[in-house]
């Protein structure tokens, strides 16, 4: 399997020849080095609506012709825009054909505003999303706060490697993501969700350099990870 992070939330995976995008936010987004026109995905998940999570995701899913699954509310407004969708929601998990996904809980908003008529359409629950395939498991956390029961996705899940947001603001600031990082035992933690905006402006070696020895990854646009 291979994991390969591209700025702000944006994570893609390539398993058993497919190619997976989680919150594939390019257009807007200074720190992606994808082209959203070219970007191949044949499937992407979402962690919750909001705009810089969803992103491209009409434009890639409608060219790709590409499965898009999402909590519930979040899949039904994209159905509603043509798209071929797949509606979860927390606690639970399918197995697909390009691996299992289970979504996890996640203390955040999710909605969806559309520019044009000033409009917020709500989707639901936020959650992080669990993949596994290949005997590996990756946590995508979502936008989230600390909450206690990341020790028990910790207690229930053997993470290879987890991305964890750390821009503070609107999610978990680098503090408290040290003591999630703890929490889940990840093998690997990759900080995600920070530099994007002025506000959530952080230190990415300074928070690496409070996880256990080994565990922490920076990881640049681009770069990738074989598990
Ligand atoms: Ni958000
Ligand atoms: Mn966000």
Same mark, same amino acid.
């Given at each position: ?13 390539? !398993? ?8 594939? @936010?390019?257009? /807007? ?68 054909? @390009? /691996? #299992?996904?289970? @979504? !996890? ?17 709500? !989707? /639901? ?11 590996? #498991? ?5 936008? #989230? ?50 530099? #994007? @905006? ?30």
């Amino acid at each position: 399997m291979k994991v390969s992070f591209h700025g702000h939330s944006v994570v893609k995976i390539e !398993t058993g020849g497919k190619v997976i995008l989680i919150d594939p @936010f390019i257009n /807007g987004n200074e720190n992606c080095d994808l082209n959203a026109n070219e970007v191949r995905a044949d499937v992407i998940l979402l962690t919750h609506g909001h705009n810089d999570h969803v992103g491209d995701t009409v434009s890639i899913a409608k060219r790709n012709d590409a499965l898009v699954v999402a909590p519930n509310e979040l899949a039904v407004y994209l159905s509603f825009k043509g798209l071929n969708t797949h509606p979860m929601h927390i606690g639970g998990s399918h197995t697909f054909d @390009f /691996g #299992t996904v289970k @979504f !996890t809980q996640a203390f955040h908003g999710s909605s969806y505003v559309e520019e044009d008529n000033q409009n917020i359409v709500y !989707t /639901g629950m936020p959650g992080g999303i669990l993949f596994k395939a290949e005997g590996k #498991t990756v946590y995508h956390a979502g936008d #989230t706060g600390l909450f206690s029961d990341l020790k028990l996705i910790g207690q229930l899940n053997d993470i290879d490697l987890a991305f964890l947001p750390i821009g503070d603001n609107f999610t978990m600031g680098p503090e408290d993501a040290v003591l999630a990082a703890e929490w889940i035992q990840a093998k690997q933690v990759v900080p995600i969700h920070y530099n #994007t @905006f002025p506000v959530i402006e952080q230190d990415p070696e300074s928070f690496v350099s409070q996880l256990k020895p080994g565990v922490g990854k920076i990881m640049n646009p681009g770069d990738a990870i074989e598990l």
